[in-house]
Protein backbone atom coordinates (compact mmCIF):
# COMPACT_ATOMS: atom_id res chain seq x y z
CA UNK A 1 0.00 0.00 0.00
CA UNK A 2 0.67 3.75 -0.49
CA UNK A 3 0.08 6.85 1.36
CA UNK A 4 -1.09 10.14 -0.30
CA UNK A 5 2.52 10.76 -2.11
CA UNK A 6 2.79 7.47 -3.51
CA UNK A 7 5.08 5.99 -1.20
CA UNK A 8 4.82 2.57 0.45
CA UNK A 9 2.82 2.97 3.52
CA UNK A 10 3.72 1.64 6.90
CA UNK A 11 0.86 -1.44 7.92
CA UNK A 12 2.87 -4.35 9.05
CA UNK A 13 4.21 -5.09 12.16
CA UNK A 14 6.51 -7.84 13.50
CA UNK A 15 3.66 -10.89 12.64
CA UNK A 16 3.44 -9.55 9.24
CA UNK A 17 6.81 -9.11 8.35
CA UNK A 18 7.73 -12.80 10.02
CA UNK A 19 4.64 -14.53 8.63
CA UNK A 20 5.41 -12.91 4.67
CA UNK A 21 9.01 -14.40 4.98
CA UNK A 22 7.46 -17.85 6.40
CA UNK A 23 4.85 -18.01 3.73
CA UNK A 24 7.89 -17.84 1.21
CA UNK A 25 10.33 -20.67 2.98
CA UNK A 26 7.22 -22.78 3.51
CA UNK A 27 8.09 -25.87 4.90
CA UNK A 28 4.39 -27.71 4.44
CA UNK A 29 5.18 -26.89 0.17
CA UNK A 30 8.76 -28.03 0.05
CA UNK A 31 8.26 -31.32 1.47
CA UNK A 32 6.09 -32.47 -0.69
CA UNK A 33 7.87 -30.74 -3.92
CA UNK A 34 11.31 -31.06 -3.73
CA UNK A 35 11.65 -34.73 -1.99
CA UNK A 36 12.10 -35.92 -5.70
CA UNK A 37 14.79 -33.48 -6.48
CA UNK A 38 16.54 -34.54 -3.35
CA UNK A 39 16.02 -38.33 -3.87
CA UNK A 40 18.60 -39.89 -6.39
CA UNK A 41 20.13 -42.93 -4.70
CA UNK A 42 23.51 -42.35 -5.04
CA UNK A 43 23.28 -39.02 -2.51
CA UNK A 44 19.92 -39.28 -1.06
CA UNK A 45 21.04 -40.43 2.37
CA UNK A 46 22.99 -37.05 2.75
CA UNK A 47 19.44 -35.51 3.11
CA UNK A 48 18.98 -33.98 6.10
CA UNK A 49 22.69 -32.94 7.05
CA UNK A 50 22.93 -31.06 3.77
CA UNK A 51 19.66 -29.02 4.82
CA UNK A 52 21.27 -28.42 8.22
CA UNK A 53 24.75 -27.61 6.74
CA UNK A 54 21.92 -25.32 3.98
CA UNK A 55 20.47 -23.80 7.28
CA UNK A 56 23.75 -22.96 9.02
CA UNK A 57 24.87 -20.67 5.84
CA UNK A 58 21.16 -19.47 5.60
CA UNK A 59 21.84 -18.65 9.38
CA UNK A 60 25.07 -16.68 8.83
CA UNK A 61 23.21 -14.82 5.98
CA UNK A 62 20.12 -14.26 7.59
CA UNK A 63 22.52 -12.04 10.97
CA UNK A 64 23.85 -10.32 7.94
CA UNK A 65 20.26 -9.42 6.44
CA UNK A 66 19.46 -8.03 10.41
CA UNK A 67 22.43 -6.19 10.82
CA UNK A 68 22.01 -4.19 7.54
CA UNK A 69 18.13 -3.86 8.15
CA UNK A 70 19.18 -2.59 11.57
CA UNK A 71 21.63 -0.08 10.19
CA UNK A 72 19.77 1.12 7.18
CA UNK A 73 15.89 0.87 8.25
CA UNK A 74 15.00 3.38 5.61
CA UNK A 75 15.62 1.25 2.49
CA UNK A 76 12.25 0.43 2.22
CA UNK A 77 11.42 -1.76 -0.79
CA UNK A 78 15.44 -1.87 -1.85
CA UNK A 79 16.76 -4.78 0.87
CA UNK A 80 20.36 -5.81 -0.66
CA UNK A 81 19.99 -3.59 -3.95
CA UNK A 82 19.90 -0.27 -1.10
CA UNK A 83 22.24 -1.64 1.54
CA UNK A 84 25.14 -1.90 -1.39
CA UNK A 85 24.66 1.26 -2.59
CA UNK A 86 24.29 2.89 1.22
CA UNK A 87 27.19 0.57 3.08
CA UNK A 88 30.04 2.37 0.21
CA UNK A 89 28.10 5.93 0.37
CA UNK A 90 28.91 5.42 4.00
CA UNK A 91 32.42 5.95 3.39
CA UNK A 92 34.46 8.73 5.12
CA UNK A 93 36.62 8.38 2.04
CA UNK A 94 35.12 9.65 -1.34
CA UNK A 95 37.65 7.54 -3.31
CA UNK A 96 34.84 4.35 -2.27
CA UNK A 97 32.45 6.16 -3.97
CA UNK A 98 33.40 5.40 -7.47
CA UNK A 99 31.88 1.91 -6.86
CA UNK A 100 28.35 2.75 -5.46
CA UNK A 101 26.67 2.42 -8.75
CA UNK A 102 28.44 -0.58 -9.86
CA UNK A 103 28.27 -2.39 -6.88
CA UNK A 104 24.21 -1.67 -6.59
CA UNK A 105 23.44 -2.98 -9.88
CA UNK A 106 25.38 -6.29 -9.43
CA UNK A 107 23.78 -6.73 -6.02
CA UNK A 108 20.44 -5.71 -7.46
CA UNK A 109 20.87 -8.12 -10.83
CA UNK A 110 22.06 -11.45 -9.02
CA UNK A 111 19.11 -10.79 -6.73
CA UNK A 112 17.12 -10.82 -10.11
CA UNK A 113 18.22 -13.77 -11.29
CA UNK A 114 16.89 -15.50 -7.51
CA UNK A 115 13.31 -13.40 -7.51
CA UNK A 116 12.91 -13.81 -11.13
CA UNK A 117 13.61 -17.70 -11.67
CA UNK A 118 11.99 -18.40 -7.91
CA UNK A 119 8.41 -17.21 -8.61
CA UNK A 120 8.53 -19.66 -11.65
CA UNK A 121 9.68 -22.86 -9.65
CA UNK A 122 6.48 -22.39 -7.77
CA UNK A 123 4.53 -22.26 -10.49
CA UNK A 124 5.81 -25.18 -11.74
CA UNK A 125 5.61 -27.01 -8.59
CA UNK A 126 2.11 -25.98 -8.39
CA UNK A 127 1.32 -27.55 -12.11
CA UNK A 128 3.17 -30.52 -10.89
CA UNK A 129 1.06 -31.11 -7.57
CA UNK A 130 -2.39 -30.27 -9.61
CA UNK A 131 -1.60 -33.29 -12.60
CA UNK A 132 -0.22 -35.25 -9.42
CA UNK A 133 -3.83 -34.83 -7.94
CA UNK A 134 -5.96 -35.13 -10.95
CA UNK A 135 -4.34 -38.40 -11.96
CA UNK A 136 -5.39 -39.91 -8.82
CA UNK A 137 -8.77 -39.72 -10.32
CA UNK A 138 -7.73 -39.97 -13.62
CA UNK A 139 -4.95 -41.30 -15.20
CA UNK A 140 -5.42 -39.07 -18.48
CA UNK A 141 -5.51 -36.11 -17.08
CA UNK A 142 -2.91 -33.71 -17.91
CA UNK A 143 -0.72 -35.94 -19.83
CA UNK A 144 0.46 -33.60 -22.58
CA UNK A 145 2.66 -30.40 -22.37
CA UNK A 146 0.05 -28.08 -23.54
CA UNK A 147 -2.42 -29.22 -20.55
CA UNK A 148 -0.08 -29.07 -17.91
CA UNK A 149 1.43 -25.60 -19.22
CA UNK A 150 -1.81 -24.22 -19.40
CA UNK A 151 -2.05 -25.72 -15.67
CA UNK A 152 0.52 -23.07 -14.86
CA UNK A 153 -0.56 -20.20 -17.02
CA UNK A 154 -4.00 -20.38 -14.67
CA UNK A 155 -2.23 -20.42 -11.46
CA UNK A 156 0.07 -17.32 -11.95
CA UNK A 157 -2.69 -15.97 -13.27
CA UNK A 158 -4.69 -16.46 -9.49
CA UNK A 159 -1.20 -15.44 -8.15
CA UNK A 160 -0.36 -12.49 -9.67
CA UNK A 161 -4.11 -11.33 -9.21
CA UNK A 162 -3.81 -11.47 -5.32
CA UNK A 163 -0.75 -9.58 -5.70
CA UNK A 164 -1.75 -6.83 -6.99
CA UNK A 165 -4.42 -6.14 -4.33
CA UNK A 166 -1.41 -5.53 -2.09
CA UNK A 167 0.62 -6.66 1.31
CA UNK A 168 -2.59 -6.60 3.85
CA UNK A 169 -4.57 -9.39 2.28
CA UNK A 170 -1.71 -11.53 1.59
CA UNK A 171 -0.43 -11.49 4.87
CA UNK A 172 -3.85 -12.33 6.37
CA UNK A 173 -4.15 -15.02 3.65
CA UNK A 174 -0.28 -16.15 4.57
CA UNK A 175 -1.31 -16.60 8.38
CA UNK A 176 -4.13 -18.93 7.86
CA UNK A 177 -1.60 -20.65 5.16
CA UNK A 178 0.96 -21.18 7.76
CA UNK A 179 -0.96 -22.39 10.18
CA UNK A 180 -2.69 -25.21 7.93
CA UNK A 181 0.59 -26.51 6.11
CA UNK A 182 2.44 -26.59 9.07
CA UNK A 183 0.44 -28.57 11.26
CA UNK A 184 -0.78 -30.85 8.48
CA UNK A 185 2.87 -32.06 8.24
CA UNK A 186 3.52 -32.14 11.65
CA UNK A 187 1.00 -34.67 11.71
CA UNK A 188 2.17 -36.58 8.63
CA UNK A 189 5.49 -36.62 9.99
CA UNK A 190 4.33 -38.00 13.06
CA UNK A 191 2.50 -40.81 11.14
CA UNK A 192 5.72 -41.83 9.80
CA UNK A 193 7.61 -42.30 13.04
CA UNK A 194 5.15 -44.41 14.71
CA UNK A 195 4.69 -46.79 11.51
CA UNK A 196 8.61 -47.21 11.80
CA UNK A 197 8.65 -47.89 15.19
CA UNK A 198 5.83 -50.63 14.50
CA UNK A 199 7.39 -52.47 11.73
CA UNK A 200 10.82 -52.95 12.61
CA UNK A 201 10.82 -55.86 10.03
CA UNK A 202 11.03 -53.59 7.30
CA UNK A 203 14.59 -52.97 5.20
CA UNK A 204 15.04 -48.99 5.67
CA UNK A 205 17.23 -46.77 3.43
CA UNK A 206 18.46 -45.88 6.88
CA UNK A 207 19.24 -48.29 9.54
CA UNK A 208 19.12 -46.18 12.32
CA UNK A 209 18.10 -42.38 13.78
CA UNK A 210 21.77 -41.54 13.37
CA UNK A 211 22.48 -42.54 9.94
CA UNK A 212 19.39 -39.85 8.96
CA UNK A 213 20.93 -37.24 10.42
CA UNK A 214 24.59 -37.94 9.79
CA UNK A 215 26.62 -37.19 6.13
CA UNK A 216 27.53 -40.14 4.56
CA UNK A 217 29.86 -38.75 1.99
CA UNK A 218 31.25 -35.35 0.58
CA UNK A 219 30.35 -34.99 -2.77
CA UNK A 220 26.95 -36.22 -1.83
CA UNK A 221 26.91 -33.93 0.58
CA UNK A 222 27.47 -30.68 -1.48
CA UNK A 223 25.45 -31.59 -3.66
CA UNK A 224 22.22 -32.04 -1.66
CA UNK A 225 23.28 -28.93 -0.39
CA UNK A 226 23.26 -27.23 -3.53
CA UNK A 227 19.43 -28.22 -3.75
CA UNK A 228 18.32 -27.71 -0.04
CA UNK A 229 19.22 -24.20 0.01
CA UNK A 230 16.01 -23.89 -2.20
CA UNK A 231 14.07 -24.53 0.72
CA UNK A 232 15.39 -22.24 3.15
CA UNK A 233 15.42 -19.31 0.80
CA UNK A 234 13.08 -16.58 1.86
CA UNK A 235 13.87 -15.11 5.42
CA UNK A 236 15.38 -12.12 3.33
CA UNK A 237 12.18 -11.38 1.76
CA UNK A 238 11.53 -9.37 4.90
CA UNK A 239 14.04 -6.59 4.36
CA UNK A 240 12.37 -5.93 1.10
CA UNK A 241 9.10 -4.93 3.25
CA UNK A 242 10.77 -2.29 4.89
CA UNK A 243 8.92 0.64 3.25
CA UNK A 244 5.61 -1.34 4.72
CA UNK A 245 6.85 -1.92 7.98
CA UNK A 246 5.94 0.38 11.22
CA UNK A 247 9.33 -0.21 13.04
CA UNK A 248 11.62 -1.51 10.54
CA UNK A 249 14.69 -0.60 12.33
CA UNK A 250 13.04 -3.10 15.46
CA UNK A 251 10.88 -5.41 13.39
CA UNK A 252 12.81 -6.08 10.55
CA UNK A 253 15.87 -8.16 12.39
CA UNK A 254 13.78 -9.80 14.07
CA UNK A 255 11.40 -11.00 11.16
CA UNK A 256 14.61 -11.78 9.14
CA UNK A 257 15.60 -14.28 12.16
CA UNK A 258 12.60 -15.75 13.51
CA UNK A 259 11.32 -16.66 9.91
CA UNK A 260 14.68 -18.58 9.49
CA UNK A 261 14.82 -20.34 12.88
CA UNK A 262 10.82 -21.18 13.03
CA UNK A 263 10.36 -22.70 9.53
CA UNK A 264 14.30 -24.73 9.47
CA UNK A 265 15.43 -25.20 13.17
CA UNK A 266 12.16 -26.58 14.08
CA UNK A 267 9.62 -27.09 11.01
CA UNK A 268 12.22 -29.02 8.43
CA UNK A 269 14.59 -30.58 10.69
CA UNK A 270 11.42 -32.48 12.21
CA UNK A 271 9.85 -32.87 8.48
CA UNK A 272 12.75 -33.94 7.04
CA UNK A 273 14.03 -36.92 9.75
CA UNK A 274 10.73 -38.17 9.91
CA UNK A 275 10.24 -38.41 5.99
CA UNK A 276 13.92 -40.14 5.90
CA UNK A 277 13.15 -42.14 9.15
CA UNK A 278 10.24 -44.04 7.14
CA UNK A 279 11.52 -44.43 3.45
CA UNK A 280 12.26 -47.90 2.96
CA UNK A 281 11.37 -51.29 0.83
CA UNK A 282 7.66 -50.49 1.73
CA UNK A 283 7.62 -47.94 -0.40
CA UNK A 284 7.97 -49.15 -4.34
CA UNK A 285 7.61 -48.11 -7.81
CA UNK A 286 7.52 -49.47 -11.06
CA UNK A 287 10.33 -48.40 -13.64
CA UNK A 288 10.77 -49.48 -16.98
CA UNK A 289 9.18 -52.72 -16.14
CA UNK A 290 11.33 -53.35 -13.31
CA UNK A 291 10.58 -52.67 -9.12
CA UNK A 292 12.38 -49.97 -7.59
CA UNK A 293 11.87 -49.52 -3.99
CA UNK A 294 13.31 -46.80 -1.23
CA UNK A 295 14.43 -43.42 -2.65
CA UNK A 296 14.83 -44.99 -6.07
CA UNK A 297 11.27 -44.97 -6.21
CA UNK A 298 10.61 -41.49 -4.79
CA UNK A 299 12.91 -40.30 -7.64
CA UNK A 300 10.47 -41.80 -9.92
CA UNK A 301 7.45 -40.39 -8.76
CA UNK A 302 6.56 -36.43 -9.22
CA UNK A 303 4.57 -36.38 -5.62
CA UNK A 304 6.68 -39.20 -3.18
CA UNK A 305 4.74 -37.46 -0.27
CA UNK A 306 2.06 -37.93 -1.50
CA UNK A 307 2.54 -41.96 -2.02
CA UNK A 308 3.79 -41.82 1.46
CA UNK A 309 0.67 -40.70 2.42
CA UNK A 310 -1.34 -43.39 1.36
CA UNK A 311 0.83 -45.87 2.78
CA UNK A 312 0.46 -44.34 6.11
CA UNK A 313 -2.95 -43.99 6.01
CA UNK A 314 -3.73 -47.32 4.35
CA UNK A 315 -1.55 -48.99 7.51
CA UNK A 316 -2.49 -46.90 10.12
CA UNK A 317 -5.60 -44.72 9.62
CA UNK A 318 -7.59 -48.39 9.18
CA UNK A 319 -7.94 -47.93 5.31
CA UNK A 320 -7.98 -44.10 4.39
CA UNK A 321 -4.78 -43.92 2.52
CA UNK A 322 -6.52 -42.23 -0.31
CA UNK A 323 -8.13 -39.54 2.01
CA UNK A 324 -5.22 -38.99 3.59
CA UNK A 325 -3.27 -38.86 0.45
CA UNK A 326 -5.79 -36.08 -0.74
CA UNK A 327 -6.07 -33.98 2.65
CA UNK A 328 -2.26 -33.70 2.67
CA UNK A 329 -1.92 -32.09 -0.91
CA UNK A 330 -5.11 -29.62 -0.76
CA UNK A 331 -2.76 -28.51 2.57
CA UNK A 332 0.07 -28.01 0.19
CA UNK A 333 -2.08 -26.30 -2.51
CA UNK A 334 -2.67 -23.71 0.18
CA UNK A 335 1.00 -23.39 1.01
CA UNK A 336 2.11 -22.65 -2.67
CA UNK A 337 -0.37 -20.00 -3.07
CA UNK A 338 1.72 -18.63 -0.14
CA UNK A 339 4.71 -19.15 -1.59
CA UNK A 340 4.03 -18.25 -4.79
CA UNK A 341 2.57 -15.00 -3.42
CA UNK A 342 5.31 -14.14 -1.58
CA UNK A 343 7.70 -14.79 -3.67
CA UNK A 344 6.30 -12.43 -6.46
CA UNK A 345 5.77 -9.70 -4.23
CA UNK A 346 9.46 -9.45 -3.07
CA UNK A 347 10.43 -10.18 -6.49
CA UNK A 348 8.73 -6.84 -7.53
CA UNK A 349 9.74 -4.88 -4.68
CA UNK A 350 13.15 -5.50 -5.65
CA UNK A 351 12.38 -4.46 -9.03
CA UNK A 352 9.88 -1.39 -8.19
CA UNK A 353 13.04 -0.65 -6.39
CA UNK A 354 15.64 -0.15 -9.13
CA UNK A 355 12.91 1.24 -11.20
CA UNK A 356 12.23 4.02 -8.93
CA UNK A 357 16.09 4.38 -9.09
CA UNK A 358 16.12 4.45 -13.08
CA UNK A 359 18.67 1.28 -12.97
CA UNK A 360 15.92 -0.76 -14.81
CA UNK A 361 12.95 0.71 -16.92
CA UNK A 362 10.95 3.47 -15.08
CA UNK A 363 7.84 1.70 -15.70
CA UNK A 364 9.05 -0.66 -13.00
CA UNK A 365 8.85 2.25 -10.53
CA UNK A 366 5.18 3.05 -11.44
CA UNK A 367 2.17 2.42 -8.56
CA UNK A 368 -1.31 1.13 -9.19
CA UNK A 369 -3.66 4.15 -9.64
CA UNK A 370 -6.30 2.08 -7.32
CA UNK A 371 -4.90 -0.62 -5.66
CA UNK A 372 -0.98 1.29 -5.21
CA UNK A 373 0.87 -1.70 -5.94
CA UNK A 374 3.67 -2.16 -8.67
CA UNK A 375 1.56 -3.08 -11.09
CA UNK A 376 3.65 -3.26 -13.79
CA UNK A 377 6.14 -5.51 -12.33
CA UNK A 378 3.57 -8.01 -11.53
CA UNK A 379 2.25 -8.35 -14.76
CA UNK A 380 6.26 -8.54 -15.85
CA UNK A 381 7.22 -11.27 -13.13
CA UNK A 382 3.43 -13.14 -13.64
CA UNK A 383 4.19 -13.78 -17.60
CA UNK A 384 7.87 -14.75 -17.03
CA UNK A 385 7.04 -17.17 -14.25
CA UNK A 386 3.80 -18.73 -16.32
CA UNK A 387 6.28 -19.20 -18.89
CA UNK A 388 9.15 -20.97 -16.65
CA UNK A 389 7.04 -22.70 -14.69
CA UNK A 390 5.29 -24.42 -17.62
CA UNK A 391 9.04 -25.36 -18.80
CA UNK A 392 9.75 -26.55 -15.60
CA UNK A 393 6.78 -28.61 -15.47
CA UNK A 394 7.38 -31.05 -18.17
CA UNK A 395 10.11 -32.99 -16.49
CA UNK A 396 12.35 -33.56 -13.39
CA UNK A 397 15.16 -32.50 -15.63
CA UNK A 398 13.44 -29.13 -16.21
CA UNK A 399 12.67 -28.05 -12.73
CA UNK A 400 16.22 -28.84 -11.45
CA UNK A 401 17.77 -26.67 -14.50
CA UNK A 402 15.66 -23.82 -13.40
CA UNK A 403 16.08 -24.25 -9.62
CA UNK A 404 20.33 -24.68 -10.09
CA UNK A 405 19.62 -21.03 -12.05
CA UNK A 406 17.59 -19.64 -8.86
CA UNK A 407 19.77 -21.31 -6.41
CA UNK A 408 23.07 -20.04 -8.41
CA UNK A 409 21.68 -16.25 -7.79
CA UNK A 410 20.71 -16.62 -4.01
CA UNK A 411 24.37 -17.98 -3.39
CA UNK A 412 25.80 -15.37 -4.82
CA UNK A 413 23.45 -12.82 -3.64
CA UNK A 414 23.50 -14.33 -0.19
CA UNK A 415 27.52 -14.12 -0.85
CA UNK A 416 27.52 -10.34 -1.79
CA UNK A 417 25.43 -9.15 1.53
CA UNK A 418 27.67 -10.94 3.39
CA UNK A 419 30.79 -9.09 2.04
CA UNK A 420 28.29 -5.61 1.87
CA UNK A 421 27.99 -5.93 5.70
CA UNK A 422 31.66 -6.74 6.42
CA UNK A 423 32.65 -3.42 4.35
CA UNK A 424 29.59 -1.31 6.14
CA UNK A 425 31.40 -2.44 9.23
CA UNK A 426 34.99 -2.30 8.69
CA UNK A 427 35.27 1.73 9.92
CA UNK A 428 33.39 0.72 13.54
CA UNK A 429 35.84 -1.92 14.29
CA UNK A 430 37.14 -0.14 17.43
CA UNK A 431 33.70 1.47 18.43
CA UNK A 432 32.83 0.52 21.90
CA UNK A 433 29.57 -1.24 21.22
CA UNK A 434 30.94 -2.71 18.32
CA UNK A 435 30.46 -6.77 18.31
CA UNK A 436 33.37 -8.63 16.34
CA UNK A 437 31.14 -11.64 16.04
CA UNK A 438 28.57 -10.12 14.35
CA UNK A 439 30.32 -7.66 12.34
CA UNK A 440 33.49 -9.27 10.95
CA UNK A 441 33.40 -13.26 11.78
CA UNK A 442 30.05 -14.06 10.47
CA UNK A 443 29.81 -11.82 6.91
CA UNK A 444 33.05 -13.97 6.35
CA UNK A 445 31.94 -17.11 7.52
CA UNK A 446 28.81 -16.33 5.24
CA UNK A 447 30.69 -15.07 2.40
CA UNK A 448 33.22 -18.01 2.01
CA UNK A 449 30.26 -20.79 2.36
CA UNK A 450 27.97 -18.97 -0.46
CA UNK A 451 30.67 -18.59 -2.43
CA UNK A 452 31.82 -22.67 -2.00
CA UNK A 453 28.29 -23.38 -2.80
CA UNK A 454 28.36 -21.72 -6.09
CA UNK A 455 31.64 -23.80 -6.86
CA UNK A 456 29.79 -26.81 -5.58
CA UNK A 457 27.51 -25.71 -8.49
CA UNK A 458 30.00 -25.61 -11.20
CA UNK A 459 32.07 -28.67 -9.62
CA UNK A 460 29.38 -30.57 -10.75
CA UNK A 461 29.03 -29.18 -13.98
CA UNK A 462 32.26 -30.02 -14.90
CA UNK A 463 32.79 -33.25 -13.09
CA UNK A 464 29.65 -34.94 -12.83
CA UNK A 465 28.01 -37.57 -15.37
CA UNK A 466 24.44 -38.03 -16.82
CA UNK A 467 21.57 -35.93 -15.75
CA UNK A 468 23.26 -33.90 -13.21
CA UNK A 469 26.31 -32.78 -15.71
CA UNK A 470 24.34 -31.55 -18.35
CA UNK A 471 21.62 -30.01 -16.01
CA UNK A 472 24.22 -28.28 -13.86
CA UNK A 473 26.28 -26.97 -16.83
CA UNK A 474 22.63 -26.02 -18.56
CA UNK A 475 22.06 -23.73 -15.61
CA UNK A 476 25.57 -22.43 -15.27
CA UNK A 477 25.47 -21.42 -19.32
CA UNK A 478 22.14 -19.62 -18.16
CA UNK A 479 23.44 -17.63 -15.29
CA UNK A 480 26.00 -16.52 -17.32
CA UNK A 481 24.02 -15.36 -19.94
CA UNK A 482 21.76 -13.31 -17.67
CA UNK A 483 25.01 -11.37 -16.02
CA UNK A 484 26.17 -10.49 -19.61
CA UNK A 485 22.74 -9.53 -20.49
CA UNK A 486 22.61 -7.38 -17.36
CA UNK A 487 26.45 -5.81 -18.02
CA UNK A 488 25.18 -5.04 -21.79
CA UNK A 489 21.93 -3.11 -20.45
CA UNK A 490 23.78 -1.55 -17.39
CA UNK A 491 26.41 -0.21 -20.19
CA UNK A 492 24.15 0.73 -22.75
CA UNK A 493 21.60 2.46 -20.13
CA UNK A 494 24.47 4.51 -18.78
CA UNK A 495 25.73 5.36 -22.32
CA UNK A 496 22.28 6.48 -23.88
CA UNK A 497 21.21 8.41 -20.34
CA UNK A 498 24.62 9.85 -19.81
CA UNK A 499 24.77 8.20 -16.24
CA UNK A 500 28.59 7.71 -15.15
CA UNK A 501 29.14 4.02 -14.52
CA UNK A 502 32.28 4.80 -12.21
CA UNK A 503 30.92 8.12 -10.02
CA UNK A 504 34.02 10.60 -9.58
CA UNK A 505 36.02 10.10 -6.38
CA UNK A 506 35.76 14.21 -5.76
CA UNK A 507 31.69 13.83 -5.68
CA UNK A 508 30.21 15.86 -2.55
CA UNK A 509 29.26 13.27 0.04
CA UNK A 510 25.87 12.70 -1.25
CA UNK A 511 24.82 11.12 2.61
CA UNK A 512 22.04 13.73 4.36
CA UNK A 513 21.71 12.05 7.40
CA UNK A 514 22.94 8.47 6.83
CA UNK A 515 20.40 8.38 3.60
CA UNK A 516 21.88 8.32 0.31
CA UNK A 517 20.33 10.77 -2.00
CA UNK A 518 19.58 8.24 -4.54
CA UNK A 519 17.55 6.26 -2.18
CA UNK A 520 14.78 3.83 -3.80
CA UNK A 521 11.59 5.32 -2.75
Known sequence: MTDSNGQLKPTLGLVGITINAMALIAPGAFLWTTYQLQAPPDSAKNMWAAIALATCIALLTASCYATLSKAYPEAGAGSSYYYAEAAILAKEEHKHFRLARLAKFVTGWAAHLYYWVYPGIMISFMGTLVVYIGQLFNADFATDWFSKALICFIFTGLVGFIALQGVTGSTMINIIINIVQISSLTFLGLLMIIYRLGHPNVNYEHANAISVVMPHDLSGLIYQATIAILLLVGFESATAMAGEAINPQRDIPRGVILSLFIQACICYFFEYFAANFFIGDQYTATVDGKIVTGFAAALSSGAPIGDIAKILGDSLLFGNGFLLQITIASTVVMALIGTALSSLSTGVRISYAMGSDRELPAVFGFLHGRYNTPHIGIYFLSGLSALIGAYAVQSVDNVTIVTLVSNIGTFMLYGITCGVTLVATLEHLLDEEHNPIKTVVIP????????????????????????????????????????????????????IKGKPLFLPSDLNHPMRDGVPSSKSR
Open 444 to 495: ILGLVMNLLMVCGIFYYGLTGVGSAKTNSLTAIGISLAFFVGGFAYLIGDSL
